[in-house]
């Protein structure tokens, strides 16, 4: 019972999901970063207004930004403050990670993607992956995959 109440509680912390990431790249490395945010972006995500799957992570004179992630501002947000839902976001990393992956990015010629925005302590937590970008030919290689298994599944059930 209690990893049940546990899958609800994560699924609720979930704000949003970039399952485009997934199918567009190999997914190398993960990292959790924290957002500086704004309070009425704060209000958003707590109303689940956020959407991810746009956005994309650049590494600029030795600090991580969130480009393109689309935060909807409320309406009820404060009337003196004009809201950009599409600003660009810093992003709360550690010194040595983020030499880590500028290293990665400029050198190895990877990408750094947006996965999961979700809720941790109270505290707004980005998810972002070290990618590779995938071919066509990859994508339906993987989507064969995906197809046989689910297809397995389905004689293992029904006998």
Not at 20 to 41: H, P, V
Not at 57 to 78: D, F, M, R, Y
């Amino acid at each position: 019972m209690p990893q049940q109440k546990e899958a609800t509680e994560h699924a609720a912390a979930t704000i949003a999901l970039n399952k485009r990431a997934r199918f567009d790249y190999f997914i190398e490395e993960r990292l959790e970063a924290g957002l500086a945010l704004q309070g009425w972006e704060v209000k958003s995500l707590r109303a689940h207004k956020a959407q991810i799957t746009e956005g994309y992570v650049l590494i600029k004179s030795g600090e991580a930004w969130l480009l393109g992630a689309h935060v909807t501002p409320l309406n009820t947000a404060s009337t003196h403050v004009h809201p950009d839902p599409i600003r660009t976001r810093k992003l709360l990393l550690k010194r040595v990670e983020l030499d880590r992956l500028t290293g990665a990015v400029e050198r190895k010629g990877y990408t750094l993607v947006p996965l999961a925005l979700y809720w941790k302590r109270g505290r707004a937590k980005l998810e972002i992956g070290l990618a590779k970008g995938k071919k066509l030919h990859d994508k339906r290689t993987a989507e064969k995959a995906r197809d046989w298994q689910r297809q397995k599944q389905r004689l293992v059930r029904h006998g």
